[in-house]
């Protein structure tokens, strides 16, 4: 199982920015995944996610903020991230899991994570 984020880079603050996670040996289909950032000096933070029957999960904080979704046709799965702010600065990392039932935000059950984007945020 491979799965390779891509989409980070320098923004500037309001922009909106979109990252992808695609997968290889893992279908996002039936399959859940989930969306984390760390930043600088941070711990690790879930962000988003998708569960094994397709709900969507967006972490309190981040609600209205991000948009998770997944085109299982292209086994690829995306984090938008809207009105991006300095406080994004983060690697962002997607992580999926073949046992999951439904969705979890328990870092520590994820078995496949991507090496990582980072998303730098200019003011």
């Known amino acids: 199982v491979q799965l390779v984020e891509s989409g980070g880079g320098l923004v500037t603050t309001g922009e909106s920015l979109r990252l992808s996670c695609t997968a290889s040996e893992f279908a996002f289909d039936g399959n859940a995944m989930i969306w984390v950032r760390q930043a600088p000096g941070k711990e690790r933070e879930a962000v988003a996610g998708?569960?094994?029957?397709?709900?969507?999960h967006v972490a309190t904080s981040m609600r209205g903020a991000v948009t998770v979704s997944s085109d299982n046709a292209k086994n690829t799965a995306y984090l938008e991230i809207h009105n991006v702010k300095p406080e994004d600065t983060a690697v962002y990392y997607c992580a999926g899991d073949k046992q999951m039932l439904g969705f979890s935000w328990f870092l520590g059950v994820w078995t496949y994570w991507g090496q990582g984007t980072q998303v730098t945020v200019s003011s």
């Open positions: 998708i569960g094994s029957d397709g709900s969507r």
